[in-house]
């Protein structure tokens, strides 16, 4: 049986998140049943309500960083029982038979991985409904397990901003010895510096903004340095083992470059689209460096990351609001007013 939800969506481009009701499928033997506790606001869901990648499509429910309490499951899952906490982040499911899908990286799904919101199911072609809502139904297999003890409001960023930084420090292998940077301090980048130090790494922030010191040294930096200064950029040429850039919109990012070490790598994880001005090759040739890209990760480096959490106590700095706030926390969160990530109380549907 179907189930009816309430929850927020946008029912154009230009239209404010307003209630709206709607269907969640019948779930199916691999099938959770999830009443969302917690929903953090990622700047992507302020992307998709207004159509700037041009393939949204409506009514649209947002929400991929989703946090709740197991309430039902079907006759074949195996690893949750009502009760359960759990985080459910940008896919609910791929192909699983590629090969990405076999290693465990269905972000790179060949066959294109169904998102959590904004996409079609896979196995009945009905519309996928994000997290800003009552309840969600998702296979097991794109579910996992909040440690115990993790703060859930905390923990919510954690299934898209934190993966999108745990994913390349994993793949580039950062540990103790690592020196590692992290251009931009928002949702990913207070997030790359909370990882990246509890990892072992030496820690630098790159920023644009000066006074950013303080609150970057509390989350983990070592050492901050103001990218529009040339004497300071000058000073870690040749440092890094790894830059991972957050920055969400067009940047020159040829002054990075020179700070990689030989074999260094610059991996792009905040912006979508095309680079300005043009990548400069010398500094690549003649440092054997890359320039690369990563997104999100898969379902086992999201438990992992979250287990890692549990271990270390890592959660997201987060503002708690309620759903009938998001408008004002999207124009606040355009002109970067909050540290670090809003994350919508899911109770408040019910006021």
């Known amino acids: 049986m179907t189930m009816n939800v309430l929850g927020y969506a946008a029912q154009s481009a230009k239209d404010t998140l307003a209630p709206f009701r709607f269907e969640r499928r019948a779930p199916r033997p691999d099938d ?96 996928t409904y994000g997290g800003y809502s009552e309840k969600i139904v998702a296979s097991e297999k794109f579910v996992v397990k909040v440690p115990d003890g ?18 390349p420090l994993r793949h580039w292998q950062v540990g103790k010895g690592s020196k590692v940077a992290i251009t931009g301090l928002g949702g990913l980048g207070h997030m790359g ?87 400069s090759t010398i500094p690549l040739i003649l440092g054997r460096k890359s320039v690369a890209g990563s997104v999100i990760g898969g379902i086992a480096e999201t438990q992992e990351l979250l287990d890692f959490c549990g271990q270390h106590g890592i959660i997201s700095d987060v503002e708690v609001i309620k759903i009938q706030d998001i408008d004002a926390a999207y124009q606040r969160m355009l002109k970067s007013d909050v540290k670090y990530r809003f994350v919508i109380d899911m109770s408040s549907l019910k006021s």
């Open 32 to 127: 959770v049943v999830v009443e969302i506790v917690n929903c953090g606001v990622c700047h992507s869901d302020l992307h998709m309500v207004r159509d700037d990648w041009g393939w949204s499509f409506y009514p649209l429910v947002p929400g991929h960083e989703i946090i709740g309490r197991v309430i039902s499951t079907g006759t074949d899952v195996t690893r949750f029982k009502p009760g359960d906490h759990v985080g459910i982040g940008c896919m609910v499911d791929s192909c699983r038979q590629c090969d990405p899908c076999k290693q465990g990286l269905e972000q790179y799904c060949e066959a294109g991985h169904t998102l959590t919101y904004a996409s079609h199911d896979r196995h009945d072609q009905r519309p």
């Open 150 to 167: 993790l703060d859930l409001a905390g923990a919510a960023p954690l299934l898209c901003a934190g993966i999108t930084m745990w994913s």
């Open 193 to 279: 510096l909370k990882l990246a130090r509890a990892l072992g790494a030496e820690v630098t922030l790159f920023t644009r903004s000066p006074g950013k010191e303080q609150d970057a040294r509390r989350l983990g930096a070592d050492h901050i340095v103001l990218s529009t200064d040339e004497a300071q950029m000058a000073a870690v040429k040749g440092r890094f083992d790894l830059v991972i850039d957050t920055v969400p919109y067009v940047h020159d990012v040829n002054p990075y470059l020179p700070t990689l070490k030989l074999n260094g790598t610059l991996v792009l994880v905040g912006y979508v689209g095309g680079l300005e001005p043009f990548l």
